[in-house]
T-cell receptor, first 118, second 110 residues
Framework: GAVVSQHPSRVICKSGTSVKIECRSL??????MFWYRQFPKQSLMLMAT?????????EQGVEKDKFLINHASLTLSTLTVTSAHPEDSSFYIC??????????????FGPGTRLLVL | TQLLEQSPQFLSIQEGENLTVYCNSS?????LQWYRQEPGEGPVLLVT?????EVKKLKRLTFQFGDARKDSSLHITAAQPGDTGLYLC??????????FGTGTRLQVFP
């Protein structure tokens, strides 16, 4: 099956610094990638949708200036948490949609990135 | 707003017991998916149901999509410790984004 990777898997940073998380589709092209955030013992919450070559679409309540998303190629999307604060500590999961035709789109999930802001 | 409510929220059972997890919505979904997520990992797709009334089986797991396509259930027969995890239902929203249910955390004790 299709594989989505994330890097890094874990990151610890100081408050005020920026952190970049990469999401790659390893064996397929993804025109659309999604970024989710998951707090402990909770479900996944969609943060934003990124389409290759265009600006990301953010969900209500997600600060676009804080969570910068770049989808520069069909296999890579990045999420940058700018000026991170302890409340940004969370599990960030990306997913990539493989387009096989109308009604045949499948979404694959990455293994997640654990961010801890001290 | 389309919401997917799962019940129960938590489930703690002994190995060998049967269980059912429910996923309910007031909205109609074109399809629903079930995922299992283990701590520190991303969710893994178990099944997709697309037809109202559809039943799919995956070894000891039985998935059903409601006739009206507003609800789904996951039944596990003879649960094993390896079934422990967070079970999530998910479905495409009106804007074609995948939204997740509230989740059911299952703990199976040996």
């Amino acid at each position: 099956g299709a594989v989505v990777s994330q890097h890094p898997s874990r990151v610890i940073c100081k408050s005020g610094t920026s952190v970049k998380i990469e999401c790659r589709s390893l064996d397929f092209q993804a025109t659309t990638m999604f970024w989710y955030r998951q707090f402990p013992k909770q479900s996944l919450m969609l943060m934003a949708t990124s389409n290759e070559g265009s600006k990301a679409t953010y969900e209500q309540g997600v600060e676009k200036d804080k969570f910068l998303i770049n989808h520069a190629s069909l296999t890579l999307s990045t999420l940058t948490v700018t000026s991170a604060h302890p409340e940004d500590s969370s599990f960030y999961i990306c997913s990539a949609r493989e387009a096989r035709g109308i009604g045949q789109e499948t979404q694959y999930f990455g293994p997640g990135t654990r961010l801890l802001v001290l | 707003t389309q919401l997917l409510e799962q019940s129960p929220q938590f489930l703690s059972i002994q190995e060998g017991e049967n269980l059912t997890v429910y996923c309910n919505s007031s909205s109609v979904f074109s399809s629903l998916q079930w995922y299992r997520q283990e701590p520190g990992e991303g969710p893994v797709l178990l099944v997709t149901v697309v037809t109202g009334g559809e039943v799919k089986k995956l070894k000891r797991l039985t998935f059903q999509f409601g006739d009206a396509r507003k609800d789904s259930s996951l039944h596990i027969t003879a649960a094993q410790p390896g079934d422990t995890g967070l079970y999530l239902c998910a479905g495409p929203s009106n804007t074609d984004k995948l939204i997740f249910g509230t989740g059911t955390r299952l703990q199976v004790f040996p």
